[in-house]
């Protein structure tokens, strides 16, 4: 028996032996390995400090709607306030930023990307821009000028007189794909009319100017009309049309209500009817009043759908994206006339003799001088 175990020792040991030598030759791989991730995450945690650290000159960043994690690295990166593109996207992945907020924010290259974007995920107020203009949905652009005025060292008169410069349009035409003659066309009483986008803007040393800000608005203008390039093609429309239809859309309807308005609008211009808006009236003289003379339901204006069939010269108020939208995918209907009531409840019709009935039934009073 003791012979027996000695030959098992005997012939266990080589067993034992090649067991070691094993175990020893993936300790340089399992070093290697470790190695490798200690620097992977040195160079990972390097790539995501500060730019110039101790740098505190101001860096104006604009995060605008709906950007997310990714495209914010580029926007950061171009301001650069980015060490390391690639570790700045791999922190995006696995940070997992759930808050980001749209803002035009303060920053300076002493400040990590970490914090960076920890202030985009909670919309920190320290570091956002304090100064804004709002351009509101649905305003004329003289009311734009006057907005801007408020903020800026120039009066609504000069803003206006700028925005009328052939040479400086040109300049404009020529930079923004969108833009194109019809805005230069004699019967247009404001060119940019329409072009402004409806959003809240914040002023800053970059856009102090009125060529500043207007480029400001023209580029988010850019990003929602290029988002819909194909189907603004598709309609037929080109985009001078599409936004003085969006405009006269936005003037008549809440946005609840305006895809049937605009699908009213529609079947009208498919028809070769006038439109019959009372708002493009109002823009003639400059009003927002419901109740027009019929003096001025008369005018010879080219603005005046009540008299002339299609569309007027151009857009008649600013625009957001929602009614962009309600142009685009307008609802599909028989209906050719529709009247607000004293709620706002819009009332839709498919001929003369119901909507006169539907006017008198409500106790709407008729147009008078």
């Not at 107020?125 to 408020?150: H, N, P, W």
């Not at 402004?196 to 580029?219: H, K, P, R, S």
């Amino acid at each position: 028996m003791r012979g027996d175990r000695y030959q098992e020792e005997i012939n266990a040991a080589p067993a034992r032996k090649r067991r070691r030598k094993k175990s020893s030759g993936c300790l340089p791989l399992i070093l290697l390995v470790l190695i490798l991730l200690v620097a992977g995450g040195g160079y990972y945690t390097m790539g995501l400090r500060a730019v110039e650290p101790g740098n505190e000159e101001p860096v104006v960043v604009t995060i605008p709607n709906g950007t997310g994690a990714s495209a914010i690295v580029e926007i950061l990166d171009e301001a650069g306030l980015v060490k390391n593109k690639t570790c700045a996207k791999i922190n995006t992945k696995i940070s997992k930023y759930s808050g980001l907020q749209a803002n035009t924010y303060i920053f300076n290259k002493g400040m990590s990307f970490r914090e960076i974007m920890n202030v985009i995920n909670t919309g920190n107020f320290d570091y956002i821009s304090k100064e804004s203009i709002e351009v509101r949905d649905g305003a004329r652009l003289t009311q734009v000028a006057a907005s801007l005025a408020e903020q800026m060292d120039f009066s609504a008169d000069d803003i206006l007189a700028k925005w009328s410069v052939r040479d400086y349009l040109n300049q404009l035409i020529d930079k923004y794909w969108f833009l194109t003659d019809d805005i230069l066309d004699e019967d247009v009483m404001y060119p940019l009319e329409g072009y402004i986008y409806a959003d809240t803007y914040f002023v800053t040393t970059d856009n102090q100017t009125i060529e500043g800000f207007t480029e400001m608005c023209l580029d988010r203008m850019d990003t929602e009309l290029t988002a819909r390039k194909d189907q603004i093609d598709a309609s037929g429309f080109s985009v001078h049309e599409f936004l003085t239809l969006t405009s006269i859309v936005t003037k008549e309807a809440r946005a609840g209500d305006q895809p049937a308005v605009a699908g009213v609008f529609m079947n009208r211009l498919d028809q070769g009817m006038s439109l019959g808006s009372d708002v493009t009236v109002c823009y003639i003289f400059q009003e927002d009043r419901v109740e027009l003379k019929q003096s001025q339901l008369d005018s010879d204006n080219p603005y005046n759908t009540r008299k002339f069939a299609g569309l007027p010269p151009g857009p008649i108020s600013t625009v957001v994206s929602d009614a962009m939208d309600a142009v685009l995918n307008y609802t599909k209907s028989d209906d050719l006339f529709f009247f607000a009531d004293g709620d706002g409840v819009v009332h839709f019709f498919k001929n003369q003799a119901d909507f006169t009935q539907g006017i008198e039934d409500i106790g709407l009073l008729t147009d008078s001088d």
